[in-house]
């Protein structure tokens, strides 16, 4: 399955209108609409019209395993999620990464890094994972978002419905991350706070629902566990 299909080579993305920010809670307005438009720019993806190649294989959100995604290089031994390399990071040293950008940066500043950090993984995410398999069809392509989400330890997360209009790029869906490693590390150092943290799930499947539909999504964290809630709660859509 292609992203961004059926809509062809000219038209992968949406124009993103920078004032049209209402939705957007947890991104800083212009400037990191900017950033998304320069993602956009950076990963001008071709789309192919060739069939499957041999490796591919049709598949549901449901049928990924962990083992399947990890392959090893063989010249330097490093672990590969589709042909990038990639680093395991414990939660000790993220607390520690955390507690220095909102004591050196502030909170606002840190979690634009944050959010800025995971859109990219999401956008580089959703391209790896059509170029490795077939999905059935582009719900089960951002199902697979929630379900490698899991898999990293970043939550566990689920969603709850999608609606999407392939026609007209439209997408919106809901659901929600328990046990989220941004607010666990919140609370191991500081008191429950007034907003909501999970700055990098929010922002990777904000870069992965835009590159799935073609057209730009953003995601926002409706309730979090950092704030004293049961789970987080989260919502997509495109952009008018």
């Known amino acids: 399955m292609e ?8 038209s992968i993305f949406a124009t993103v209108s920078c004032g049209n920010l209402s939705f957007l809670q947890g991104f800083d307005s212009a400037y990191d609409c900017h950033f998304i438009l320069k993602c956009f720019s950076r990963y001008d993806i071709g789309f192919s019209q060739n069939e499957p190649q041999a490796w591919e ?17 063989e010249k330097t031994g490093f672990p ?4 990038t390399r990639f680093i395991v990071l414990g939660m000790p040293p993220l607390a520690r990464l955390l507690n220095d950008l909102i004591s050196t940066l ?8 944050y959010t800025r950090y995971g859109y990219e993984q999401g956008m580089r995410t959703a391209i790896q994972m059509a170029d490795l398999y077939d999905f059935d069809t582009p719900e089960e392509l951002l199902k697979a978002g929630c379900v490698l989400q899991t898999m990293m330890g970043q939550a566990t997360a689920s969603l709850k419905e999608i609606h999407i209009d392939q026609e007209k790029r439209q997408l919106r869906f809901s659901g929600t ?6 607010s666990t ?8 706070g007034k907003q909501p943290v999970c700055c990098i799930a929010r922002g990777m499947l904000s870069g992965y629902a835009s590159a799935v539909i073609g057209a730009e999504v953003l995601v926002r964290e409706t309730a979090c566990q950092a704030e004293g809630n049961g789970c987080c709660s989260f919502e997509g859509r495109t952009l008018p």
């Open 106 to 113: 502030g909170w606002e500043k840190a979690s634009v890094i």
């Open 177 to 182: 991350w328990t046990n989220s490693f941004e």
């Open 57 to 73: 294989k049709e598949m549901l959100a449901s049928d990924l395993q962990r083992l399947d995604l990890i392959g090893i290089d």
């Open 185 to 192: 590390l919140w609370l191991s150092q500081f008191a429950p």
């Open 80 to 83: 590969l999620f589709g042909d």
């Open 3 to 10: 992203i961004g299909e059926p809509f062809g080579r000219s």
